[in-house]
């Protein structure tokens, strides 16, 4: 099985970038087209496809040139890898050059181990308030936010850990069992560390009486979810091979809009 990075190295550069973009983006496409879009000579193009054909980005099924599944997983990674000044609004928004480079780093798995379990942690100290703190499906209730449910502390936090477990598992399943649990929750970390956020900002706000801190943080359990959706989408799309705004879009529908929706009628 090829490594990722080394592909990438293989594949990101010259006409075999050109290449390999053009094909994420139109899909398969016939050899005489191939080049005529490239502006390449007819053996420049059977080099170059030949490169990426040893390296498993490309197939050839007779004159019809398409992108294997590592090759739509390379492409997405590679039109996301863009220089700083040409990133877009949403790019810079989902936070994708530094997804990227965690998802390819060796120290994701311990990332996402100290991710989980700062969540937990949070959450567990966050039960035991008054009103507790609880996690329902991607929404945060009760201490200081705008929806508030009557539980006890034993309560808030099952009702938390199944939440959190519920989550990772169905975007498991989702994937069809093709993103770990590692990638899982690189992608969900804005969400993983809003309950930290939220219990040192409360706890400012009454030790230095600084009330305005609690409203701070009702905004950013917003920007928690925006963002949650936004890096969530670059992750899916790398790992998927799925265009970032198809993903982006299933993204906001389910840890922005419909939580949203839910904060406007609270649960009291």
């Not at 980005?57 to 294997?68: A, D, I, N, Q, Y």
Request: hydrophobic letters at 55%; glycine letters at 6%.
């Amino acid at each position: 099985m090829f490594c990722v990075e080394r592909v990438i190295y293989g594949a990101a550069t010259g006409r075999r970038r050109d290449i390999i973009l053009l094909l994420h983006t139109e899909g398969p496409m016939p050899l005489a087209k191939l080049r005529d879009a490239l502006k390449m000579s007819a053996s420049t193009l059977l080099f170059e496809l030949s490169a990426l054909e040893k390296l498993g980005v490309v197939k050839r099924e007779g004159s019809l040139v398409f992108l294997t599944e590592l090759g739509e997983r390379v492409a997405s990674i590679i039109s996301t890898v863009e220089p700083l000044k040409s990133l877009s609004f949403l790019s810079l928004a989902g936070l994708r050059p530094l997804v990227v480079w965690l998802l390819l780093s060796p120290l994701l798995p311990l990332a996402a181990a100290t991710l989980l379990a700062g969540w937990v942690t949070a959450l567990a100290v966050g039960s035991f308030l008054s009103p507790p703190l609880s996690m329902i499906y991607v929404m945060y209730v009760g201490h200081y936010l705008p929806s508030l449910l009557s539980l006890s502390p034993p309560l808030s936090l099952i009702v938390s850990l199944i939440s959190v477990a519920g989550l990772l598992l169905g975007i498991y399943s989702a994937s069809r069992r093709r993103l770990g649990l590692s990638k899982i929750v690189a992608g969900l970390f804005p969400l993983a560390i809003y309950p930290t956020v939220h219990l040192a900002l409360v706890w400012l706000a009454q030790t230095f009486e600084l009330s305005y801190l609690v409203a701070i943080s009702q905004v950013l359990l917003f920007v928690s979810l925006l963002l949650t959706a936004t890096v969530f989408a670059t992750v899916y799309s790398i790992e998927m091979g799925a265009t970032y705004e198809t993903s982006l879009i299933r993204s906001l529908l389910a840890f922005f809009v419909v939580p949203a929706l839910l904060y406007l009628a609270p649960l009291r």
